[in-house]
């Protein structure tokens, strides 16, 4: 496709490549992805791969903290440098101490905030940071669920899914 601006004399040719651009956001957004261990860390790790597959190359997870780091200095200062903050919940997920401290410091950064919920339902003792929110929601455990969870995660993070 060509389009030729009358006064100045420009064609410009709007390729594939520059279509595809379009698919993906022009910066991957940074990502932290927060979870209760025995409640999602499988879905956690989907997320994750899912993201470096749409082309985010460090969304972050709790497993990237190296032996002697100090943790919770790392899960904050990640917390404060991300753009989006992922809460992936389960039946006791809210009842973790460290989950709802990485809400509060999410919320705190301005962070983008996105909760999955899966195997639950938000009712009113979740934080007012997530409940304030619009929240997708796994509502059968089934392929097909996680699968449209990760699609509508992935469109509200800008990237296309097909």
Request: glycine share 6%; charged share 25%.
């Amino acid at each position: 496709m060509s389009d030729r601006m009358p006064d100045k004399g420009f064609t410009f040719v709007l390729t594939e490549k520059a279509l595809r651009l379009l698919e993906k956001p022009s910066a991957p957004p940074s990502v932290f992805i927060s979870y209760k261990r025995d409640q999602s860390s499988p879905l956690a790790l989907l997320v994750e791969a899912r993201l470096r597959l749409a082309g985010n190359p460090n969304p972050f997870v709790d497993k990237l903290i190296v032996a002697g780091e100090g943790w919770r200095e790392r899960l904050k200062g990640t917390i404060e440098q991300s753009k989006y903050f992922v809460c992936l919940v389960g039946k006791d997920t809210l009842q973790s101490e460290w989950v709802q401290k990485e809400i509060e410091w999410a919320a705190e950064a301005s962070c983008t905030l996105i909760s999955i919920w899966h195997g639950c339902e938000m009712d009113e003792t979740c934080p007012a940071a997530l409940r304030e929110r619009h929240a997708i929601t796994v509502t059968g455990e089934s392929a097909r669920e996680y699968e449209t969870a990760i699609s509508e995660l992935l469109n509200a993070l800008g990237y296309a899914t097909y």
